[in-house]
């Protein structure tokens, strides 16, 4: 079972900024967040991850909070290609770098209106 | 840099039959995961395959099974199609084992089955 709860769909006007929560009320003190997207007919695409410091890459902001019950994604500037389901998810990542499945939930919808 | 390859895109089978679908990992990756994705669900893990051998499998029944060959690519075997089984079928490639840097799945756009 997923381990996160995102609101189902959530609207945002081209050129502002998107803000997409998610709480993660169980997470370990080993779990990563992590957050990506899936536009219509593609598979998901990574955005970023983090563990308790706030994240900053070329597509977006993550930040944690102090107790990391819950995280925000910040798309600075959406754009219409922005549209996309956002699913956040929190795993392990083990000392190896090895992999573990990823268990998503049913994510947020975002829509980003002209 | 290729990325991941997924082939057919689209195929329609009929319950009962059996279904063979394609991923060719992203270069560099040798791990490939494959998820089934039910329509307005999130994908859902089937198995992992990691040096040619089933490394981690989700709750999917052994008529799901799969392959992978000494260049990383991969198959998704399914038997005894069922009307269920109707999805879209993603494959995701990655890297594991010491020393490597982790950046993240790489998923391939799926294949849409159809089962009728």
């Known amino acids: 079972d997923a381990k996160t709860t995102q609101p189902p769909s959530m609207d945002c006007a081209e050129g502002r900024a998107a803000n997409l929560p998610c709480n993660h009320s169980?997470?370990?003190?080993?779990?990563?967040v992590y957050w990506y997207r899936q536009i219509h007919s593609q598979g998901p695409q990574y955005i970023i991850h983090?563990?308790?410091n706030n994240e900053t890459n070329e597509m977006a902001s993550l930040i944690i909070t102090e107790d990391r019950k819950s995280s925000t994604l910040i798309l600075p500037h959406a754009t219409l290609r922005d549209t996309a389901v956002y699913y956040c998810i929190v795993r392990v990542v083990p000392p190896n770098f090895g992999n573990e499945k990823l268990t998503f939930g049913t994510g947020t919808r975002l829509t980003i209106i002209p | 840099e290729t990325g991941v390859t997924q082939s057919p895109t689209h195929l329609i089978k009929t319950r009962g039959q059996q279904v063979t679908l394609r991923c060719s990992s992203q270069?560099?990756?040798?791990?490939v995961s494959w998820y089934q994705q039910a329509l307005g669900q999130g994908p859902q893990f089937i198995f992992q395959?990691?040096?040619?051998?089933?490394?981690g499998r989700g709750n999917f029944p052994p008529r799901f099974s799969g392959l992978q060959f000494p260049n990383y690519s991969s198959e998704l075997n399914v038997n005894a199609l069922e009307l269920d089984d109707s999805a879209l079928y993603l494959c995701?490639?990655?890297?594991?084992?010491?020393?490597?840097?982790?950046?993240?799945?790489?998923f391939g756009s799926g294949t849409r089955l159809t089962v009728v």
């Open positions: 395959y990691y040096r040619e051998e089933e490394n």
């Open positions: 169980t997470i370990s003190g080993n779990e990563y």
């Open positions: 270069s560099g990756h040798n791990t």
């Open positions: 995701a490639s990655s890297s594991q084992g010491q020393g490597r840097s982790y950046y993240g799945y790489t």
């Open positions: 983090g563990l308790k």
